[in-house]
């Protein structure tokens, strides 16, 4: 595995302290592993950052990466959602983030992303 590809409901769970995703991103900090977070799964979460702090330390860490959604990127992932014949935009950029790189995805939603690609690689949180 080259690493994880963030959706909302793993930074939402990470936001929440949850120990299973603490851990999850830990153990992947400690093997070296990619973390990538696509720029549209931030905007899904992000309210306010005075309430966020514990976010908006994962977002600031060097070993993240947010991956901006440009006209390329975007004109697949709305593609994506033709072809499979969903409307989530988001979470086609989750997959197509992950399927580039050939990471696992951290979710809490695996049906809308099973959907989009079902041979993902999903932990689900």
Do not use: K, N, Y
Not at 97 to 111: K, N, Q, W, Y
């Amino acid at each position: 595995m080259a690493g994880l590809t963030l959706d909302a409901g793993a930074l939402i769970a990470f936001e929440r302290a949850e120990r299973g995703v603490i851990a999850l991103l830990a153990r992947a900090v400690e093997r070296g592993l990619e973390i990538v977070i696509p720029a549209g799964v931030v905007a899904q979460v992000w309210r306010d950052g005075r309430r966020q702090a514990r976010l908006a330390r994962l977002l600031a860490a060097d070993e993240v990466e947010i991956v901006v959604l440009d006209d390329g990127r975007a004109r697949a992932a709305g593609q994506l959602c033709g072809v499979r014949r969903t409307t989530d935009i988001v979470d086609a950029s989750v997959v197509l983030c992950a399927r580039e790189r050939g990471h696992r995805i951290v979710t809490s939603d695996p049906d809308d992303l099973a959907r989009l690609d079902p041979a993902a690689s999903l932990i689900v949180v």
